[in-house]
């Protein structure tokens, strides 16, 4: 019982923290195992689903949250209509407004895309679904921990993140935030004693975001998320969000001076992610080389973003993910590596 008290101070600490961090309330806040986990759950409370029903997406969706909603769409006629894009590759707020119609049941939005340094006009699109009073829901998985994430400026309903990526915190952790004055619109398919406590024999749902949580809960990493969201707010989030993109700005430059080398980084505001490719050598083989030079990138393939991965006849990419931790010696050391890898391709 006392290690169940103490487990549950600590949880709430990194609850006080996330909502600190999304400027949210701590009511707003559910820890799930996985940021598509918690976007699934959302999405599944949003109640049944019927023919001609419209979801309204970003070219850019991350691919697990487009399996969820075309396996519910397949089985119920709901269609997933995609948003255009304006010239620079970013979602069109313009469009957006030519296609809402009483038919819409959902915006969603991949806010900083898995593919790339793009980053989707999401506050423009939150004041649209506001003014029409449909649901919005952003994937802001690349975006938490590299750049401000306001749930009040944004516009949102639901707001999801896993917690390994830039705010550094265990794997097997992520944030759901979910909107107080919105939260009656959603109700959890499967529920416990925690989320829906009986009253008597009626299962009640909680008032507040941890109606989608479960009874058993990952201590032990949570405390890890809570020192990971306290060493991101002590550092502040303006000095991460300068930091890294001025690292990412200069990595695209010096990447752009190779030949060979294709910066493929669309949109006019750029993240801490930066995309190329090098002629004549596939993602996974340039990551693998630079694996063994000490350097981490990742290769992206089309299904991370089908939509836009097709769009520009893209196959794989490579990604770098610039941390605060990082410094200009190893930017350095990735351009020349890089260089190396157009001059020598006898691996190949």
């Known amino acids: 019982m006392e290690a169940g008290a103490r487990a549950a101070v600590a949880v709430e600490a990194a609850r006080r923290s996330a909502s600190a961090l999304l400027n949210a309330t701590p009511e707003e806040i559910a820890f799930t195992g996985s940021g598509s986990a918690g976007w699934g759950m959302a999405f599944a409370a949003l109640g049944r689903w019927h023919p001609g029903d419209r979801i309204l997406v970003g070219r850019q969706e991350w691919g697990g949250n487009l399996a969820t909603m075309y396996r519910i769409a397949g089985a119920s006629g709901a269609r997933v209509d995609v948003i255009p894009c304006e010239e620079d590759g970013s979602v069109s707020v313009r469009a957006l407004e030519e296609l809402i119609d009483s038919r819409v049941r959902l915006i969603a939005l991949t806010w900083a895309p898995a593919n790339g340094g793009l980053i989707n006009p999401a506050e423009a699109i939150g004041q ?61 398919p499967y529920v416990d004693v925690l989320s ?21 809960m990952p ?26 993109r001025a690292l990412a700005q200069s990595i695209r430059g010096k990447l752009a001076e190779i030949p060979g080398v294709v910066v493929r980084d669309i949109g006019s505001v750029h993240s801490a992610l930066v995309s190329f490719t090098v002629e004549g050598i596939p993602a996974s083989t340039v990551k693998t080389e630079l694996g063994s030079r000490g350097i981490n990138v990742g290769a992206i393939g089309v299904t991370y973003t089908p939509f836009d991965m097709r769009a520009r006849d893209l196959t794989e990419i490579v990604r770098a993910s610039v941390s605060y931790l990082n410094i200009p010696d190893e930017v350095d050391a990735l351009v020349e590596a890089v260089t190396e890898l157009t001059k020598n391709r006898s691996f190949h």
């Open 128 to 188: 649209v679904a506001r003014r029409h009073g449909i649901p919005y829901f952003i994937d802001a998985g690349q975006a938490l921990g590299q750049m401000n994430v306001d749930v009040r400026a944004l516009n949102c309903d639901v707001l999801k993140g896993a917690a390994r990526k830039f705010l550094r915190g265990p794997r097997g952790t992520a944030l759901l935030y979910v909107k107080q004055a919105a939260l009656s619109r959603f109700e959890p």
């Open 196 to 216: 829906a406590p009986l009253d008597g024999m009626t299962a009640v749902l909680r008032d507040d975001a941890r109606r989608f949580e479960t009874s058993e």
């Open 219 to 244: 201590v032990a990493l949570l405390c890890g998320l809570s020192n990971a969201l306290n060493e991101a707010l002590d550092i502040g989030i303006a000095r991460i969000e300068s930091r890294v």
